[in-house]
């Protein structure tokens, strides 16, 4: 039930930026998409799940899509999983104001909860503030 939900969520989501884009309207998005990606905590998307108005984008190019200052949504097909050698590059998309889509899974918790931690120790004065 929570799957169906969460495909439904995500395809009146999508159908509402293909809309958006045809008016002219809505931002650009970039979808991570790297075939043989491991998948921690959710089923691969199913085949019939495409991203017609979204930039595809491997590991290798992310960062740059991201930086891009036309692109305001990321997509992640692969639940909570990422390249986290790109977490830099996500998180400070994220930090000036760019929107995230996860696709099943959990939000990348462990990766938010080490910057909670990082940040505590931080303002704490335990450690510096580089990254």
Known sequence: MRKSVLIAAATTFLLFVQTGLAQGAAPASVVFIEPGFPIADSSAPPSAVKFPTAQPAD????????????????????????PEDQWPAIKQFLDRGGNLLVLGGSL?????????EREQRVALGHVDDTP
């Open 59 to 82: 590991a290798d190019h992310l960062r740059d899509a991201l930086a891009a200052p036309a692109t305001h949504l990321l997509i992640l097909p692969y639940a909570s999983s990422f």
């Open 108 to 116: 990348l918790l462990e990766q938010r909860a080490a910057d909670l």
